[in-house]
């Protein structure tokens, strides 16, 4: 698939940020392949990672978010394959939300109707655990 490159600042919910080059595919141009059917709404991405408790990570985006420009499916980081650190093999990038947003490591990516039956129910891991589901900066 074709790749893009995007330099974009990382807001992370406790105040900090760091600058880097994303690269990867447009999750946009995985939606138009996939071609979901006309009730699904959200894409929901499922993580390889969980916490001491062993709920499973997981973050979601509505269509529209899930269409912009610079949302991607990074593939590499500052011209080198995906760091483990960083969610290799594939993290998805969201630069127009704060960090939490970015789930790493993903391993399935699930398009749906509603997410109110997946995990919490409130469409991402830490949404569960209370922060905002839209988290726009």
């Not at 406790?14 to 994303?22: C, E, H, Q, R, T």
């Not at 129910?121 to 988290?135: I, L």
Request: proline share 4%; hydrophobic share 40%; with cysteine.
């Amino acid at each position: 698939m074709p790749q893009t490159s995007e330099v974009t600042r990382h807001d992370c919910v406790d105040g900090w940020s760091a600058i880097a080059k994303w690269s990867g595919v447009r999750l946009s141009s995985v939606l138009d392949i996939v071609r979901p059917r006309a009730d699904a709404r959200y894409v929901v991405f499922h993580c390889m990672d969980s916490d001491e408790r062993s709920v499973q990570y997981y973050e979601s985006l509505d269509f529209g978010q899930a269409r912009h420009p610079q949302v991607i499916l990074a593939l590499r980081m500052n011209g080198a394959a995906m760091p483990i650190e960083h969610g290799a093999p594939v993290r998805l990038r969201v630069p127009t939300q704060l960090g939490y947003k970015s789930a790493k490591w993903i391993r399935r990516i699930q398009v749906v109707g509603a997410f109110a039956s997946l995990y919490g129910g409130s469409g991402g891991y830490w949404e569960d655990q209370g922060y905002e589901w839209y988290a726009g900066i």
